[in-house]
């Protein structure tokens, strides 16, 4: 479409591109069209080289405008990157509207919107689907071959070529095993033709829904026409994956995209591998365990249109969709999808904006909705369908609380969990020992003057790892070897206190000799679908598994009779208002794995609180009754969802430094508050950290919250500009998160 106006075109002084340039400036830069080139408004969106003091930095036309004839002539740009925008129409205007809320420089967003490659100024990738096959060389190789995942590769490509996706479902950790046959010549890459599109006979693998399974897709395929928010509420295993398929086939029927938002990149894999099962199209995937290449693929896949369904991390919410039919986030309560540094986004969040700038529908589902979710959903905002049993034959897990108090522990377990597990071996099952702790144990300790590991840059005892040899602070990544001796008294009376689960595999391959026991961590899974590969060499067998929340949800393990929950203790008090809420979550998710098939299941819950009301209100009335009952306590104390917050946070070596500039901006942002705000709107701080010392920085915080959100937003608006501009503000690390999830 030709640009509906061209300044060029018009007498007065010329024309400049306004850049948003990924700097910590709240600004736009002007430049001088590059040589060869006149701004014209098809740029805005476009890619362009600039020159940025010393450096060359990639931003993005903003705006075109007239140039100031009073200010200093602009530098020319360097190069025009674009011949089309990258960001353009709804994607533009919600990546704008981002910016507004975050109150970020427009340049950072665009620059984290972007893949790094595109961030870094390289042209448009091919966006082809590709596939291997095995040479003539290969096929006179493949006998001479040793053993090992490249003869295995050569002899799965022997059958027949397979493309990418069939490959990552076939044999997980195929890449490397293909990289080192081509250099060899043995195989070769290929592109295929243009990806498939699904038509309204499109096949989807019969299956037949429950009641509320076909209620929700009735109430999803009634509202495909345009905007609407829907919350699918269904208890774990109840089949909301279905849901979703049914919903997507739909959306491929229509000749629209659909884009599936997953917390956690281990759930990628289980989900892809269903999807293509079922929707018979390339399903692409996008998360930060890929390389930057196979990102922007996807990325210019989306925006050419050709990824017709993508499934992905966070980061994903940014993906172009010029053919958008539908928006599934899953499992929407977990903190996974609001960014923690840079642009402190929500993915969730902007998924919604997204869907209404889009006119399509936006789907959340979880067994453990946040209350934010339930709240919307109880004032009409969204549409509430609920999923109240489990699909199929599948019955809800039996949970029993075991207290520990005045009971022998081994590695933090107890006798009765022993003879659970025990029995639940003995019957062919498998087990879950869920433990929200890696690391072999929490502490080192001296037992003869009390001397304990703590890091030397944070306010934390450093974990010890590798069966008490290493010491690691999770906060800051400091490692050290584990002492011989206490440094204090020299004593040799060092002991690993608490219990991790590098801790509990030990105690459990010694209770159980000869039975598999698997741990998944973050440190087990660091390699690329290493927790996917995992999974599947563990299989139905008898066996155990011990895990953190890596495991907690999602994960379809129809073998499983057993979770024991251990170590619940520390959740149950925490200054954090939301602690209750994300142990609720977390206790009902991993609770939900057990019993997911025909073989009843049973939870136990180890703890030394057994009367906590958390647990009486879990136990007796479920996640619905827990979510009601702290809703009335949230609106009671003035928390959210019923208030709006944001946080300054400030980091110095020295706290006086940190507080200095938080004060400062205490007083800008009371200047700003308009005189009918003030009653309404609470300024808190500057407050210590709930870790009030992390990597050698001293940390403290200021709370801003008030009852309307548009009132929180203004005073942030007319506050900020003067707050860059304080002093204070050029002697700290400082940032601001509107909408905080953590009080870290």
């Given amino acids: 479409m030709p640009p509906t106006s061209d300044p060029t075109a018009s007498p007065g002084p010329p024309a400049v591109w306004r850049v948003a340039v990924p700097v910590p400036l709240a600004r736009l830069f002007d430049y001088l069209p590059a040589p060869g080139e006149q701004a014209r408004d098809a740029h805005v969106g476009c890619r362009v080289r600039v020159p940025f003091g010393s450096r060359e930095l990639v931003g993005v036309i903003a705006q075109v405008a007239p140039r100031d ?10 190069a025009l990157l674009d011949g089309a925008p990258l960001f353009a129409g709804e994607l533009l205007e919600s990546l704008q509207w981002l910016a507004r809320y975050t109150h970020a420089p427009l340049g950072e967003v665009f620059a984290t919107a972007l893949p790094a490659p595109l961030r870094h100024g390289e042209p448009l990738p091919d966006s082809r689907s590709w596939a291997w096959r095995l040479t003539e060389a290969g096929q006179t190789a493949l006998a001479g071959l040793r053993a090992g995942k490249p ?3 050569a002899t799965l490509l022997s059958r027949n070529p397979l493309d990418e996706d069939a490959l990552d479902d076939a044999s997980p950790g195929w890449r490397a095993a293909a990289r080192a046959l081509g250099k060899r010549a043995l195989v070769e890459r290929y592109p295929l033709h243009a990806a498939p599109t699904a038509h309204a006979d499109t096949p989807i693998s019969p299956f037949t829904l429950g009641e509320g399974q076909r209620a929700a897709v009735d109430a999803v395929l009634a509202a495909r026409d345009g905007f609407a928010a829907l919350l699918l509420d269904g208890v774990t295993g109840s089949g909301k994956t279905e849901v979703y398929l049914q919903a997507i086939a739909d959306c491929l029927a229509r000749g629209k995209q659909a884009l599936v938002l997953v917390p956690e990149i281990g759930l990628t894999p289980q989900t892809l591998a269903r999807f293509r099962a079922r929707l018979g199209v390339p399903v692409h995937a996008l998360h930060s365990g890929l390389s930057d290449g196979e990102r922007a693929r996807t990325w210019a896949a989306a925006a050419r249109g050709d990824a017709r369904v993508v499934v992905g991390t966070r980061s ?3 993906l172009p969709l010029p053919e958008a039919g539908l928006l599934v986030v899953d499992e929407e309560h977990d903190g996974s999808f609001k960014q923690l540094d840079g642009i402190r986004y929500h993915a969730r969040d902007f998924a919604l904006v997204r869907a209404k700038a889009l006119g399509v529908p936006v789907l959340l589902g979880s067994a453990t909705p946040s209350l934010e979710s339930l709240r919307n959903a109880q004032a009409g905002r969204y549409a509430h369908l609920r999923l109240r049993e489990r699909a199929g034959v599948a019955l809800p897990p039996s949970v ?11 590695a933090g377990l107890s006798p009765e969990l022993f003879e659970a597990v025990s029995q639940a ?6 087990v879950l020992v869920f433990k929200n702790r890696r690391g072999y144990a929490p502490v080192l300790l001296c037992h003869d003057c009390g001397w304990s590991a703590q890091c030397q840059r944070c306010d934390a005892p450093m974990t010890v790892h590798a069966g008490g040899h290493r010491l690691q602070c999770h906060h800051c990544g400091a490692r050290r070897p584990a002492p011989n001796a206490c440094p204090d008294c020299g004593g040799l009376a060092l002991q690993s206190q608490g219990a991790g689960t590098e801790r509990i595999e030990e105690a459990l391959l010694a209770r159980f000799p000869g039975v598999p026991v698997l741990r998944i961590d973050r440190g087990s899974t660091q390699r690329r679908d290493a927790m996917e590969a995992m999974l599947a060499k563990f299989g139905r067998e008898p066996g155990i598994l011990v895990g953190t929340q890596m495991l907690a949800k999602g994960h379809d393990l129809p073998n499983l009779t057993l979770v024991a929950v251990v170590g619940i203790d520390e959740g149950l008090f925490s200054a954090d208002f939301r602690a209750p809420e994300k142990l609720a979550q977390l206790l009902v998710q991993v609770a939900g794995r057990a019993g997911r098939a025909e073989k009843a299941g049973l939870v136990l819950l180890q ?9 009486a209100t879990l136990l007796s009335g479920g996640y619905g009754a827990f979510a009601q009952a702290e809703l009335v306590q949230r609106e009671d104390a003035g928390f959210p969802p019923f208030t709006h917050m944001a946080m300054f946070r400030a980091e110095a070596t020295e706290v006086t430094v940190a507080n200095a500039f938080l004060l400062a901006a205490r007083r800008t942002l009371e200047a700003a508050v308009p005189a009918a705000d003030a009653s309404t709107l609470e300024i808190n701080g500057p407050l210590p950290a709930p870790m009030p010392r992390r990597a050698g920085y001293q940390r403290t915080q200021l709370l801003i919250s008030a009852p309307d959100r548009r009132q929180l937003h203004a005073t942030l608006t007319a506050a900020l500009p003067a707050v860059h501009a304080l002093p204070e503000a050029r002697k700290v690390r400082w940032s601001l998160d509107v909408d905080p999830v953590d009080l870290y």
Avoid: C, I, Y
């Fill in 607 to 615: 703890t030394h609180h057994p009367e906590h009301p958390l647990l």
């Fill in 151 to 153: 003869r295995a590769l």
């Fill in 400 to 410: 029993r609380v075991v207290d520990v108090r005045k009971r022998p522990l081994e």
């Fill in 425 to 430: 071996l003995a019957a062919g099952g498998q």
């Fill in 316 to 318: 994903s919410v940014f």
């Fill in 69 to 78: 004839p009073d200010a200093p002539e602009p530098k020319p740009a360097l």
